[in-house]
């Protein structure tokens, strides 16, 4: 095996992590494509409901994903587009929450377009957005900050799909009619 790294600068060392970390978001951009593809073939299953006082119902899973949906990939967009620097994640969840609450009155098929066009919004901006531009930051209430990949990586796509698991498991267990 050839041995070049002694020859490597700085600059072939930051080239190398630009790479890699191009790579990694277009590995989270089909992440969020998969979840998509997933949203829209469960999507004609859901039948409008509430699941009352205890779990939550396909519909209102359906109804949290697009608000995830949204929420998440405008705060990666903005986090990115540096129009976001202070982050209030609390109330942010908070507002989140009840947005749930209203997006749960719409029709299943309503939800899944929301949904869809939220995380094709995500996606482009995931593909096209520097690696740079998503290595920006904003700080959370508590002191912590958040890089725009990160928003897009944990609350967003990682999110989404643990959610995903619990609508596929609530459509297993709900009778076909």
């Known amino acids: 095996m050839k041995i070049e790294s002694p020859a490597f600068t700085m600059d072939d060392v930051r080239g190398f992590m630009e790479t890699y970390l191009d790579r990694d978001r277009q590995i989270l951009a089909e992440r969020l494509q998969r979840i998509s593809d997933r949203v829209a073939e469960l999507g004609p299953r859901i039948?409008?409901?509430?699941?009352?006082?205890?779990e939550w119902s396909a519909h209102e899973i359906l109804a949290h994903l697009a608000v995830v949906s949204k929420f998440?990939?405008?705060?990666?967009?903005?986090?990115?587009?540096g129009k976001l620097e202070d982050l209030n994640l609390l109330e942010?969840?908070?507002?989140?929450?009840?947005?749930?609450?209203?997006?749960?009155e719409l029709e299943p098929a309503e939800l899944v377009r929301m949904t869809l066009a939220d995380h094709e919004r995500t996606i482009k901006t995931l593909r096209t957005t520097s690696t740079s531009s998503l290595r920006r930051s904003a700080r959370a209430d508590d002191g912590t900050t958040m890089t725009a990949e990160e928003v897009a990586r944990l609350p967003l796509v990682t999110h989404l799909e643990m959610h995903i698991e619990q609508l596929e498991k609530v459509l297993s267990e709900t009778p076909k009619t």
Request: glycine fraction near 16%; charge should be positive; charged fraction near 15%.
């Open 47 to 54: 039948q409008q409901q509430s699941g009352g006082d205890g």
């Open 72 to 81: 998440y990939g405008v705060l990666v967009h903005r986090i990115a587009a």
């Open 92 to 104: 942010a969840v908070n507002m989140r929450d009840a947005a749930g609450k209203q997006m749960s």
